[in-house]
């Protein structure tokens, strides 16, 4: 008698999208998150209080002149998809609004997804490194937790989840991925983790292969500059200056860093990241 065909194993949940969509959000970063008077914002707003330019259907009345208004952090500002995900998954597409009861609770939720969505968005880049290969095992248990947690209630996610913890584990193994791809660039490379880089002059400098994590780069000039396989994994990239430079293949470099920094048609850029449309 035949045996009867396996039953094939369920496919895998897809993940979250890693990009902010906007229509599907209940302007959660317009909300959910403070910020100070300064060169990035116009005014001081706490956690929790709606921007004065919110609108009732969730969108910003000035969005195509945030820059122009002082709220060039907006223009900065990137969820990797944790704000959709909050709206639309935890919350089940209940709004705050609607649903006054969910407000305190969906604002704390807001920044824990938006960890994890990040920590997605460096763990996915990392498999598709070929030089990562030995650890894409230890990669890929990293992202189903991660994605796992992302599914989680609200309140598994503000009591039992410790963002903390599991970003530590993460950044161990997103550590020896930048160390492995680093390893194939010939020659010393620089090592600039965590250094104060702000203002420096680094034209047409030869930073491939460099170790730049962490480091302050603020207004730095790097036109010209060569960061192929260079980490940038938390460089600050306020104001600095990336005209011409050749970021191909920077590891672990994001959107919110292109988008703070300045740069025009000749900056080379991953194919995965989007040119900023304030460059020139």
Same mark, same amino acid.
């Given at each position: 008698?035949?045996?009867?065909?396996?039953?094939?194993?369920?496919?895998?949940?897809?993940?979250?999208?890693?990009? /902010?969509?906007? /229509? !599907?959000?209940?302007? #959660?970063?317009? +909300?959910?998150?403070?910020?100070?008077?300064? !060169?990035?914002?116009?005014?001081?707003?706490?956690?929790?209080?709606?921007?004065? =330019?919110?609108?009732?259907?969730?969108?910003?009345?000035?969005?195509?002149?945030?820059?122009?208004? *002082?709220?060039?952090?907006?223009? +900065?500002?990137?969820?990797?998809?944790?704000?959709?995900?909050?709206?639309?998954?935890?919350?089940? *597409?209940?709004?705050?609004?609607?649903?006054?009861?969910?407000?305190?609770?969906?604002?704390?939720?807001?920044?824990?997804?938006?960890?994890?969505?990040?920590?997605?968005?460096?763990?996915?880049?990392? #498999?598709?490194?070929?030089?990562?290969?030995? @650890?894409? %095992?230890?990669?890929?248990?990293? &992202?189903?937790?991660?994605?796992?947690?992302?599914?989680?209630?609200?309140?598994?996610?503000?009591?039992?989840?410790?963002?903390?913890?599991?970003?530590?584990?993460? =950044?161990?193994? &997103?550590?020896?991925?930048?160390?492995?791809?680093?390893?194939?660039?010939? *020659?010393?490379?620089?090592?600039?983790?965590?250094? $104060?880089?702000?203002?420096?002059?680094?034209?047409? %400098?030869?930073?491939?292969? %460099?170790?730049?994590?962490?480091?302050?780069?603020?207004? /730095? $000039?790097?036109?010209?500059?060569? &960061?192929?396989?260079?980490?940038? @994994?938390?460089?600050?990239?306020?104001?600095?200056?990336?005209?011409?430079? $050749?970021?191909?293949?920077? +590891?672990?470099?994001?959107?919110?860093?292109?988008?703070? /920094?300045? *740069?025009?048609?000749?900056?080379? @850029?991953?194919?995965?990241?989007?040119?900023?449309?304030?460059?020139?």
């Amino acid at each position: 008698m035949p045996s009867s065909p396996a039953t094939p194993a369920p496919a895998p949940a897809p993940l979250p999208v890693l990009q /902010a969509d906007c /229509a !599907n959000c209940f302007a #959660l970063c317009c +909300v959910a998150l403070p910020f100070a008077k300064s !060169n990035d914002f116009a005014v001081n707003k706490p956690a929790g209080t709606p921007c004065g =330019n919110l609108q009732q259907d969730f969108r910003c009345g000035i969005h195509t002149r945030l820059r122009d208004k *002082g709220f060039q952090g907006c223009t +900065v500002f990137d969820c990797f998809g944790a704000g959709q995900q909050v709206s639309q998954v935890t919350f089940g *597409g209940r709004d705050w609004r609607t649903h006054p009861g969910t407000a305190r609770q969906m604002f704390e939720v807001f920044p824990v997804l938006r960890h994890l969505h990040e920590l997605l968005f460096y763990v996915s880049e990392a #498999l598709t490194l070929p030089a990562a290969t030995p @650890i894409h %095992a230890d990669l890929r248990r990293a &992202l189903a937790e991660t994605e796992e947690w992302t599914r989680a209630d609200a309140q598994a996610l503000t009591t039992d989840l410790d963002v903390g913890e599991l970003r530590q584990r993460i =950044n161990t193994l &997103l550590l020896k991925t930048s160390e492995l791809v680093r390893a194939k660039v010939p *020659g010393r490379k620089k090592n600039h983790r965590g250094a $104060d880089l702000m203002g420096a002059r680094l034209s047409g %400098a030869d930073l491939r292969g %460099a170790n730049l994590r962490g480091a302050y780069l603020i207004a /730095a $000039d790097l036109t010209r500059a060569d &960061l192929r396989t260079a980490d940038l @994994i938390g460089a600050d990239l306020r104001d600095t200056d990336l005209r011409g430079a $050749d970021l191909r293949e920077a +590891v672990f470099l994001t959107q919110p860093q292109l988008n703070a /920094a300045q *740069g025009d048609p000749t900056t080379r @850029i991953p194919p995965t990241l989007t040119r900023p449309t304030h460059w020139t």
